[in-house]
């Protein structure tokens, strides 16, 4: 508990550092614990250090813990659930039910699956577009390599928003992305910066978003850097957790 609550800490004051650097307030950044593959005491462990926002890869992980932890904390514990992870078909029923945001929204075929199964519910899901700009095959997401300058992907991407702004249950929210591995930092600093570029752009050309775009981008290496470039949500887990044979 002193090392989980050690390094929660610590994170904290990094989110702190890098959007002062940045002319932020850090209290306009959300920090997503990632918790994928932990046990579920560690998330019980999070939550007795002050951690609120869980993320999740995968959707039966997610309904499990979720159980898990509304049956020990009952339901008003006051805990986010985040679906980071994308999610397939015939796993949509789980986020509908169970997720609190959805970051990767990367189909309409699963926006259109969760609208119908939300409504079942009677909720409303903030969806996070998961958008593909650094062009690598092994990335899910709408294509935006060439959002700039490219007409096709532009017109695609308006259909996307009305869309899915038109379908019940659903709330568009932002725009989640992932910047490659392994590269210069100069790279993922333009990823990044692309990437809020793309919602300013998005919001100032589509009359049908009325909300500013958040931003989730960001995880344990470059957390930080995406703060600077305009991250509303960073995505965690490492850097609190530590490596995944590490016991609390």
Same mark, same amino acid.
């Given at each position: 508990?002193?090392?989980?609550?050690?390094?929660?800490?610590?994170?904290?004051?990094?989110?702190?550092?890098?959007?002062?650097?940045?002319?932020?307030?850090?209290?306009?950044?959300?920090?997503?614990?990632?918790?994928?593959?932990?046990?579920?005491?560690?998330?019980?462990?999070?939550?007795?250090?002050?951690?609120?926002?869980?993320?999740?890869?995968?959707?039966?992980?997610?309904?499990?813990?979720?159980?898990?932890?509304?049956?020990?904390?009952?339901?008003?514990?006051?805990?986010?659930?985040?679906?980071?992870?994308?999610?397939?078909?015939?796993?949509?029923?789980?986020?509908?039910?169970?997720?609190?945001?959805?970051?990767?929204?990367?189909?309409?075929?699963?926006?259109?699956?969760?609208?119908?199964?939300?409504?079942?519910?009677?909720?409303?899901?903030?969806?996070?577009?998961?958008?593909?700009?650094?062009?690598?095959?092994?990335?899910?997401?709408?294509?935006?390599?060439?959002?700039?300058?490219?007409?096709?992907?532009?017109?695609?991407?308006?259909?996307?928003?009305?869309?899915?702004?038109?379908?019940?249950? !659903?709330? @568009?929210?932002?725009? *989640? =992305?992932?910047?490659?591995?392994?590269?210069? %930092? +100069?790279?993922?600093?333009? /990823?990044?910066?692309?990437?809020?570029?793309?919602?300013?752009?998005?919001?100032?050309?589509?009359?049908?978003?009325?909300?500013? !775009?958040? @931003?989730?981008?960001? *995880? =344990?290496?470059?957390?930080?850097?995406?703060? %600077? +470039?305009?991250?509303?949500? /960073?995505?965690?887990?490492?850097?609190?957790?530590?490596?995944?044979?590490?016991?609390?």
């Amino acid at each position: 508990m002193n090392k989980l609550a050690e390094r929660y800490t610590a994170v904290l004051n990094r989110i702190h550092n890098a959007a002062r650097r940045a002319g932020r307030n850090p209290d306009d950044i959300t920090l997503v614990a990632v918790t994928k593959t932990w046990p579920v005491e560690v998330n019980l462990a999070a939550y007795a250090v002050g951690i609120r926002n869980f993320g999740e890869n995968h959707p039966e992980e997610l309904a499990r813990k979720a159980e898990a932890v509304a049956t020990k904390l009952g339901a008003d514990s006051g805990i986010v659930w985040h679906q980071i992870g994308v999610v397939q078909s015939r796993k949509t029923k789980l986020v509908a039910q169970y997720a609190d945001v959805l970051h990767a929204l990367d189909r309409l075929k699963i926006a259109n699956r969760l609208s119908r199964q939300l409504a079942d519910n009677d909720k409303i899901l903030p969806v996070f577009l998961e958008v593909n700009l650094s062009g690598e095959a092994s990335k899910s997401g709408f294509q935006c390599t060439r959002w700039e300058e490219d007409a096709t992907q532009q017109a695609d991407l308006r259909k996307v928003v009305e869309h899915i702004t038109n379908l019940p249950g !659903l709330s @568009l929210y932002g725009l *989640m =992305t992932m910047a490659p591995w392994h590269v210069e %930092e +100069a790279i993922i600093r333009t /990823v990044f910066r692309r990437t809020r570029l793309l919602a300013e752009w998005m919001q100032d050309t589509f009359p049908v978003i009325q909300e500013p !775009l958040h @931003l989730s981008m960001g *995880m =344990t290496d470059d957390f930080e850097i995406a703060i %600077e +470039a305009g991250a509303t949500h /960073v995505r965690v887990g490492r850097a609190i957790f530590g490596e995944r044979n590490y016991s609390y």
